[in-house]
């Protein structure tokens, strides 16, 4: 556990640094809920060797991170990026993205404390209330987003369907329901750094459609995107510093897949389900209502934690590239392409299953892996864009430098840890 102040900084940039990497390459290489896992599962276990959690937590933690952080990517909010990049309207703008980054966080944080936690509350709990957060977006939605009572999207241009209002309603249930002060603590402290994040990162935008309006090499919606996933990831990395003990403490639970034909059937139709079913139940909120099943199901089957947290986000980003590739950029057909997201997603899978039976625990692996390949797919999007249309490609060298601060600070948890009393 980090016990001087330099190792505090460490505590506080790498969740922050990781989360901001993560949150970009989610700008580039995944989209809506689903690419929302990336910066959810890689805050969640950079916190989660930062605090030297055993592997059972660690898992169970990154799969709620990722799921639960996915949650506010329901909410639509590129008009309202267009309102921060007008002038009559930029305060208007702005505010919307303060108010949609802030409940952001607010939800967000909940169901991460929830994941480090699990042990404080029960069962029929965490079900209950996930079930009662659905309902309460449900209403939050019919009832406010809906009617468009406040509105932060363009009502005369294709009018977007909001929901955050609903996803509020949402985390209110969340912590009526847990009453417990670390999860208060890390949603209250997330939803500041959601408002800030992104209300602020939102600046950037201003100033290149406003004033830098020649400016086309300035990066502007990427660096609210880094703005944002830094405030998000700092906040939840001072929440967790003040309860790092007891998170610390939360007692080890197995997660070791059992080897059998069936072990492998359930993970891949799980998965399955629940991409599929995230995009295609028909609601406003297809991804809150399968996030919600697959943390009851957590419950049960513990072993399909690391596969939702690593792998689920793994196939989501491999499905981007090929659908970007081969439907947008026409450079394959698209069966190259689903052959692609099911060799890559099987491999992944099979990678990661190898190293689940190994010692020691497999949580810096874990991270490692989650950086690489979401690197490797970036770095591949990338050739494909200059191949298509050659151009200079700004955003790239920002994931590059983001990706060595990351690994920099991520090799700073390697250190062992210091013996008791020392």
């Not at 659908?323 to 689903?338: D, F, I």
């Not at 190898?354 to 497999?362: A, G, T």
């Not at 390949?373 to 999007?381: C, F, G, L, Y």
Request: a positive charge; hydrophobic letters at 55%.
């Amino acid at each position: 556990m980090p016990q001087n102040p330099t190792d505090r900084l460490t505590f506080l940039l790498f969740p922050a640094v990781a989360m901001s990497l993560g949150w970009a390459l989610r700008g580039f290489i995944g989209g809506g809920p689903l690419g929302a896992m990336i910066p959810g599962a890689m805050v969640t276990l950079a916190l989660a060797l930062l605090l030297r959690l055993p592997q059972g937590v660690a898992a169970r933690a990154a799969a709620f991170g990722a799921v639960g952080i996915g949650f506010g990517g329901e909410m639509t909010y590129g008009q309202t990026v267009g309102f921060a990049g007008q002038a009559e309207t930029m305060w208007f703008g702005l505010l919307g993205l303060a108010v949609k980054g802030g409940i952001w966080g607010f939800t967000g944080g909940a169901v991460v404390a929830i994941g480090f936690l699990r042990s404080a509350f029960t069962s029929r709990r965490i079900v209950t209330a996930f079930t009662l957060m659905t309902a309460a977006c449900y209403l939050g939605w019919r009832y406010f987003n809906h009617p468009k009572l406040i509105y932060f999207s363009n009502l005369a241009d294709r009018p977007r369907e909001e929901m955050w209002f609903g996803l509020f309603c949402a985390g209110v249930v969340l912590l009526a329901a847990f009453h417990h002060r670390a999860v208060t603590t890390f949603a209250l402290y997330a939803a500041l750094g959601g408002f800030l994040g992104f209300g602020g990162g939102g600046l950037f935008i201003s100033l290149h459609r406003i004033v830098m309006t020649e400016a086309g090499w300035f990066m502007s919606w990427k660096s609210m995107e880094y703005s944002f996933g830094f405030g998000f990831g700092l906040t939840l990395a001072i929440a967790a510093w003040k309860f790092r003990h007891l998170l610390a403490a939360e007692p080890d639970e197995d997660v070791t897949p059992p080897s059998t034909p069936e072990t492998f059937a359930a993970v891949v139709f799980t998965l399955f389900a629940a991409v599929f079913l995230s995009e295609n139940l028909r609601t406003r909120f297809d991804y809150l209502i399968v996030g919600a099943v697959l943390m009851g199901l957590l419950l049960a089957v513990r072993w399909l934690s690391w596969h939702i947290a690593l792998t689920m986000t793994f196939a989501c980003f491999a499905w981007d590239l090929a659908e970007n590739v081969c439907l947008q950029m026409q450079l394959a057909p698209m069966l190259a392409g689903w052959f692609f997201v099911a060799a890559s997603s099987l491999a992944f899978f099979y990678t990661l299953d190898q190293r689940l039976r190994r010692d020691p625990p497999p949580v810096h692996f874990a991270f490692a892996l989650l950086l690489w390949t979401s690197m490797a797919v970036a770095t591949a999007k990338t050739i494909a864009q200059l191949i298509a249309k050659p151009y200079f490609a700004y955003e790239y060298p920002m994931f590059v430098v983001a990706a060595a601060a990351t690994l920099w600070l991520f090799r700073q948890t390697s250190v062992p840890a210091p013996e008791p009393g020392a």
